[in-house]
Structure formats: structure tokens, C-alpha cells
């Protein structure tokens, strides 16, 4: 009997055993585990949300010279809790258990991550929300995937989408999101984990859409910035131009914290007392320059709607950087992607004050564009959460000064597990 002739008869004894199922759905059970886990990540974030803005309405009633020993207290704090529940880790940490660690992220520090991160937010530090969401959500697929007895690459996928649905519900993006999660573990293969980008892309539409209905957000921007009109050609050579200035401040930055960095770990105390430390030189910081507190949220719109002198700008942009570098060395929780957006708005601000006869939106966004590049090797994402942030319609400009500011960032990334090799210290 030929080969084929016997094929035939075993396909067709295969189909009488086993009749053929119509499913009008493309992923079946698949596309309704990644909705459930992107519904379980916007709840988590939208719970996590509502909770830091009513403790840092509560400690923002603490004003002045009493800003200092607030927030040494509360370094003081977030370093106990460290202490006693566990170290939750850095973003190296999770992007290094992405690469070596079949896509797993622990999830019993995670209690840690959010008290600890929570007073660090709350009482100033100039770090965000994003980091330690994306942990706690990420872990939690893990959870999930390794409950249903999924492994290998699908762990890793379920994890990814976890973390991409915390990022969504933070930036109010699923698509720039979903691109972030995938293009910060590995800047130089954004198609590396492929295979997580649907995952990611539904879980972040569900975590969104719940995030809005719990926070009762608006869908527009983020920040409302003047609106960009007439676009010409020569706007495409002016974003270079204010890219190069984004660029060489994300080299400031990183060189801000690799010498803290030094400076801390010098320091040969427990790690409650370090984040101290580090809280009484926020406060001191936040005490001279009160818009250097918080992550930049709310102050992004305060610096677009206030009358500042060039002299005020330049410190404030200096000292921000400086509070973003202190609060990320010292061990104090939270993320730095929209504290460095802040900072790229003052130094488009102190740009447009040197050439006033220019877009000011158009110069705010390309240096936030470039800084961010720069520092986090997201060249892609950036671009579209900025678009979609700022509610910049034309992104042709914005795509100029996010790839400038990434071929001209350092040849050492600042988070060294983008290296995608064995962990390299900063510094």
C-alpha cells in the first residue's frame, strides 16, 4: 500500500474517532485567558491608583522645612518594610528573570513592592508608579500560567502581557504599552518575544478599559499641551536639533547615577537606613525646589501653565535629575519613565525660552522623546506613547528625535540587563 493511499485512510479513521469542532473564534481559551489576566491587571493598578492618590493627598498637607523629616521618616519606613518582607528588586532584576529565568517573576514580594513603593510615591520620591505595578502584575501572570500548567515560552508570554497591561493602564496607551513591555527587555531585537505581542495587546486593552472605569479617567491626553499647527518639512530638521539636547541630558542623567550609585553603595549600612539617607536629601531638595516632589504627574501640567525664568528652569531640570538619580540608587521603589518626561518638558521649556519664535510643543515633545530614548533604549514605543500622551497627531517629527536621541545614547545602558548577558554593575 502506497504512502499517501495509507495517509488517507488514517486521516479519515482520525475523523471518524474524533469529529471536527467549528470554533468561530481565532484563540479560543487563549484570547479569553490573556482578557482575564489584563482584567485582573487593570484592577490591581486601578486599586493601586486610588490608594497613592489618597496618601499623597494626605502627606501633601506637609509643606516647607518639614518636607526633610518627612521624608527620611519615610525612607525610614520603606526600608523596614524591605527589611522584613524582602528586597522586591530592581528593573534590572525583572529584566534579567524575563531573559534566564524562562519569563518567571516571583511574586511573593510582592506585598513588599507595594507598601514599600507606596510611601516612597506618596511622600515625594521622584520615581513613578510604573515599575512596581509592572512587577506585581507581571508576577501575577506568572501565578496564573504556571496554576493552568502552561511552561516554557507561554510563561514567558503571559508574564510579558502582564507587565504590558501595567504599563497600559499607567500611560493610557495598549498599543505603546504592549511595544514597551517587549522593546525594554531587549532594545537592539524588539521582535525577540514576538510570540508575547498579541498576548500583551489584549491584555492591555482589557487592562485599560477597566483602569478607566475604576479611576473614572478621561480617555484624551495625559497633559494638555498647545496644539501643534501648520507641520512643515523643516520641523523634521528642528527635531534633530532639539533631540541632540535631549540626548546629551539622558548622558547627564546617567552619569548622575552612576556616581550615586558609587556613593551609596559605599555606604556600608542596612538598607533602611540607606533609603533614609536618600529620603533627607530628597527632602532637603524638595524643600529649596518644591516642584522637584512627586514623580512629575501633576507637575508636568503645573511647569506647561506657569511663568518661569530661564535661570529657574535650568535649576529645576539640574535638580530633578539629581532626585530622579538619588531616589533610583538609594533604593527608594518606582520607575523613571514619567519623571524623565518631566524633566524633557522644562528642558523644552528652557529651549523655547532661548528661541521663543519656535513650537513649543513641538520642542517639548522631541526632548522627551530623545531623553527617554536615550536612557530606557525604547526607541519605538516612546514614540507612540508620546503621540498618544501628549495628543501630538503627527508623529514624523517625534520619530526623527526618539531614533537620535537612541543612536546617540551610551554604549553602556543604564538598566545593564538590557545587555541580554550576564548582569553588569553600573559604573
Not at 527589611?83 to 529565568?101: A, C, R, T
Not at 539640574?318 to 538619580?325: D, T
Request: aromatic share 12%; with cysteine.
Amino acid at each position: 500500500m502506497k504512502y499517501s493511499t495509507s495517509k488517507r485512510i488514517f486521516t479519515l479513521q482520525d475523523t471518524v474517532k474524533n469529529p471536527l469542532k467549528f470554533n468561530p473564534f481565532v484563540y479560543n481559551k487563549n484570547f479569553l485567558l490573556w482578557t482575564l489576566l489584563g482584567i485582573i491587571g487593570g484592577i490591581i493598578a486601578g486599586g493601586y491608583w486610588i490608594v497613592l492618590e489618597h496618601s499623597t493627598a494626605l502627606l501633601a498637607i506637609v509643606q516647607g522645612i518639614y518636607v526633610i523629616p518627612l521624608m527620611t521618616i519615610a525612607g525610614l519606613t520603606a526600608g523596614i518594610v524591605i527589611h522584613k518582607l524582602g528586597d522586591p528588586g530592581e528593573i534590572d532584576l525583572m529584566v534579567d528573570n524575563i531573559h534566564f529565568k524562562g519569563g518567571r517573576l516571583d511574586p511573593k514580594n510582592n506585598p513588599s513592592m507595594i507598601l514599600s513603593s507606596l510611601i516612597c510615591i506618596s511622600a515625594g520620591g521622584s520615581l513613578g508608579p510604573e515599575a512596581p505595578l509592572v512587577q506585581v502584575v507581571g508576577s501575577t501572570g506568572t501565578y496564573i500560567a504556571r496554576k493552568l500548567g502552561f511552561k516554557g515560552e507561554d510563561i514567558r508570554s503571559i508574564t510579558i502581557a502582564g507587565m504590558a497591561s501595567a504599563f497600559t493602564a499607567l500611560f493610557g496607551a495598549p498599543l505603546g504599552g504592549s511595544l514597551f513591555a517587549l522593546e525594554i527587555l531587549d532594545h537592539r531585537h524588539v521582535t525577540k518575544y514576538y510570540k508575547a505581542f498579541m498576548p500583551a495587546l489584549v491584555a492591555s486593552c482589557a487592562s485599560y478599559l477597566v483602569f478607566i472605569l475604576i479611576t473614572q479617567l478621561n480617555l484624551g491626553p495625559t497633559w494638555n499641551f498647545p496644539a501643534y499647527k501648520d507641520p512643515k518639512v523643516s520641523d523634521i530638521f528642528y527635531a534633530v536639533g532639539y533631540s541632540l539636547a535631549g540626548a546629551a541630558t539622558g548622558w547627564i542623567f546617567i552619569a548622575f547615577v552612576k556616581n550615586f550609585k558609587l556613593v551609596f553603595k559605599s555606604i556600608k549600612l542596612a538598607v533602611y537606613y540607606k533609603l533614609a539617607i536618600g529620603g533627607f536629601f530628597l527632602g532637603t531638595i524638595a524643600y529649596c525646589i518644591p516642584l522637584t516632589r512627586y514623580f512629575g504627574h501633576d507637575q508636568l501640567s503645573q511647569v506647561l501653565t506657569g511663568n518661569f525664568t530661564i535661570g529657574f528652569l535650568i535649576v529645576l531640570l539640574l535638580l530633578k535629575l539629581v532626585a530622579i538619580a538619588i531616589t533610583v540608587t538609594s533604593g527608594w521603589r518606582g520607575g523613571f519613565i514619567i519623571p524623565l518626561l518631566f524633566a524633557g518638558t522644562v528642558l523644552g521649556l528652557i529651549i523655547y525660552q532661548v528661541f521663543p519664535g519656535q513650537n513649543l510643543t513641538l520642542i517639548a515633545v522631541c526632548c522627551m522623546a530623545a531623553l527617554n530614548a536615550c536612557v530606557t533604549r525604547t526607541p519605538v514605543s516612546i514614540i507612540i506613547l508620546l503621540a498618544t500622551m501628549t495628543g501630538f497627531q503627527n508623529i514624523a517629527p517625534i520619530i526623527f528625535a526618539s531614533l537620535t536621541g537612541y543612536f546617540l545614547s551610551p554604549k553602556s545602558p543604564l538598566i545593564s540587563a538590557q545587555l541580554g548577558i550576564e548582569k553588569v554593575t553600573i559604573g
